[in-house]
T-cell receptor, first 112, second 114 residues
Framework: QKEVEQNSGPLSVPEGAIASLNCTYSDRGSQSFFWYRQYSGKSPELIMSIYSNGDQEDGRFTAQLNKASQYVSLLIRDSQPSDSATYLCAPGLDTGRRALTFGSGTRLQVQP | DAGVIQSPRHEVTEMGQEVTLRCKPI?????LFWYRQTMMRGLELLIY????????DSGMPEDRFSAKMPNASFSTLKIQPSEPRDSAVYFC????????????FGPGTRLTVT
């Protein structure tokens, strides 16, 4: 079983819709979760962090964490064509190890 | 702030040649990470340093790869000898001690080994 699993997509949504991106992880020791966005040909950039069960909102973005189910999701409301990118999920361990293991990413396409 | 700086941005070399990739982290960041990204394997960690000391190099593919961080503002990743399967985009990232999972990535070096 992979440490982090994501559907590779592409996930296609119309402009203005809600895009839902999902991620499952295997390590129950994961305490925090991070969503990185990567535009084609560019480097990843951090867009959301979540540290506890429930929802974390930042503008149009909401991260949802369910530790019991080992599941984390990213919702993008009012999707825009500029949101078209690959979204990488990465859990962090509370062990002092500073490295992240990234999922393979979900490619999102927002159709104008 | 300049962000993470990597050089060169593109490198094309022949099999068997030595390749050196360079990285300057964000000033004040004390953790530095080298990642490699390919279509097949995604984004994978090669090695990371904390306060200039290598902490985890388990992702380094083989002895042909080596990394150094002689000071807080500079790191190198060397491949010797290079092989076609090393072709990938190599990213350097840095983070601070307060939020080490919040990593800032450089623009990457696209390496092509022919």
């Amino acid at each position: 079983q992979k440490e982090v699993e994501q559907n590779s997509g592409p996930l296609s949504v119309p402009e203005g819709a809600i895009a839902s991106l999902n991620c499952t992880y295997s390590d129950r020791g994961s305490q925090s979760f991070f969503w990185y966005r990567q535009y084609s040909g560019k480097s990843p950039e951090l867009i959301m962090s979540i540290y506890s069960n429930g929802d974390q909102e930042d503008g149009r973005f909401t991260a949802q964490l369910n530790k019991a189910s080992q599941y984390v999701s990213l919702l993008i409301r009012d999707s825009q064509p500029s949101d078209s990118a690959t979204y990488l999920c990465a859990p962090g361990l509370d062990t002092g190890r500073r490295a992240l293991t990234f999922g393979s990413g979900t490619r999102l396409q927002v159709q104008p | 702030d300049a962000g993470v700086i990597q050089s060169p941005r593109h490198e094309v070399t022949e099999m068997g040649q030595e390749v050196t990739l360079r990285c300057k982290p964000i000033s004040g960041h004390n953790s530095l990470f080298w990642y490699r990204q390919t279509m097949m394997r995604g984004l994978e960690l090669l090695i990371y340093f904390n306060n200039n000391v290598p902490i985890d190099d388990s992702g380094m593919p083989e002895d042909r790869f080596s990394a150094k961080m002689p000071n807080a503002s500079f790191s190198t990743l060397k491949i010797q000898p290079s092989e076609p399967r090393d072709s990938a985009v190599y990213f350097c990232a840095s983070s601070s001690g307060l939020s080490y999972y919040e990593q800032y990535f450089g623009p990457g070096t696209r390496l092509t080994v022919t």
